[in-house]
């Protein structure tokens, strides 16, 4: 697992050809639903970006913290810096 100000990723390994993505947003810490769902579209195309470099992982980004406004470069920024920290940590191991 690794963390950044506003989500959390865990992984684990898959034993799929492929990765695969989780999302969860609690309502709780976004209220509107057309929020939540630009959100997750956000991630799923960071994800989708940075696929190959997962090797068959199985992701799940969790929102930790409530965002009051959405800042699609600031989102996008945190989601490649968690994949990256995480490729560090699989690269040590």
Known sequence: M???EF???YVKPSNLDYSRLGLIVAKKMVRQAIKRNRLKRLLREVFRIHQQELDNM???FRLQRAL???DSIRIRQEAKMLILKL???QWRD
């Open 2 to 4: 690794v963390s950044g």
């Open 7 to 9: 989500f959390q990723l």
């Open 58 to 60: 199985d992701c799940v």
């Open 68 to 70: 009051t406004q959405i």
């Open 87 to 89: 490729r560090m940590q």
